[in-house]
T-cell receptor, first 111, second 114 residues
Framework: QKEVEQNSGPLSVPEGAIASLNCTYS??????FFWYRQYSGKSPELIMS????GDKEDGRFTAQLNKASQYVSLLIRDSQPSDSATYLC???????????FGSGTKLNVKP | SAVISQKPSRDICQRGTSLTIQCQVD?????MFWYRQQPGQSLTLIAT?????????ESGFVIDKFPISRPNLTFSTLTVSNMSPEDSSIYLC???????????FGAGSRLTVL
């Protein structure tokens, strides 16, 4: 079983719609959860981090965490073509521990 | 967040040779990691670079093939030894800045083995 699992997509949404990206993880000891965005040919960049159950909002992005279900999601409101990228979910077991990445979900936002 | 510089940014190498990738961070970091990203794939952790001691390798990666050094808190090297075409990949240096639990990446080193 993989540490972190994501639907590879591609996920296609029209411009202005809400994009919903999902991720599950296997280790109940995981404490920190992250969403990274990776444009083609570029390295991953951090979008959001979340540590507690519930929602965390930052601009058009909302991260949701449910530790009981071992589930993390990312919502992108008012999706823009510039949001088209691969979104990587990552988990960490706490300080001084490794970061494990899912396979990524490719998002296409169509004008 | 920390700024991570990697070099070379890309290289084309012959089968059987070795290449060393350098990673320099502009501030003190606690953890440094090396990842590999093969074409169209996600990130695979190669190893944790430990300051002043041997790196900790993930399953499937060995020191003879991927020797790693970290002589101080802000610098690390990854060598890809005895390269074959299967080693063609992007190699990414990453680090966790002291006082933060966020992973930052360098721009990556794109390696092509002929």
């Amino acid at each position: 079983q993989k540490e972190v699992e994501q639907n590879s997509g591609p996920l296609s949404v029209p411009e202005g719609a809400i994009a919903s990206l999902n991720c599950t993880y296997s280790d109940r000891g995981s404490q920190s959860f992250f969403w990274y965005r990776q444009y083609s040919g570029k390295s991953p960049e951090l979008i959001m981090s979340i540590y507690s159950n519930g929602d965390k909002e930052d601009g058009r992005f909302t991260a949701q965490l449910n530790k009981a279900s071992q589930y993390v999601s990312l919502l992108i409101r008012d999706s823009q073509p510039s949001d088209s990228a691969t979104y990587l979910c990552a988990v960490n077991r706490g300080n001084f521990n490794k970061f494990y990445f899912g396979s990524g979900t490719k998002l296409n936002v169509k004008p | 967040s920390a700024v991570i510089s990697q070099k070379p940014s890309r290289d084309i190498c012959q089968r059987g040779t070795s290449l060393t990738i350098q990673c320099q961070v502009d501030s003190q970091v606690t953890m440094m990691f090396w990842y590999r990203q093969q074409p169209g794939q996600s990130l695979t952790l190669i190893a944790t670079a430990n300051q002043g001691s041997e790196a900790t390798y993930e399953s499937g990666f060995v020191i003879d093939k991927f020797p790693i050094s970290r002589p101080n808190l802000t610098f690390s090297t990854l060598t890809v030894s005895n390269m074959s075409p299967e080693d063609s990949s992007i190699y990414l240096c990453s680090a966790v800045q002291t006082g933060a639990n966020v992973l930052t990446f360098g721009a990556g080193s794109r390696l092509t083995v002929l």
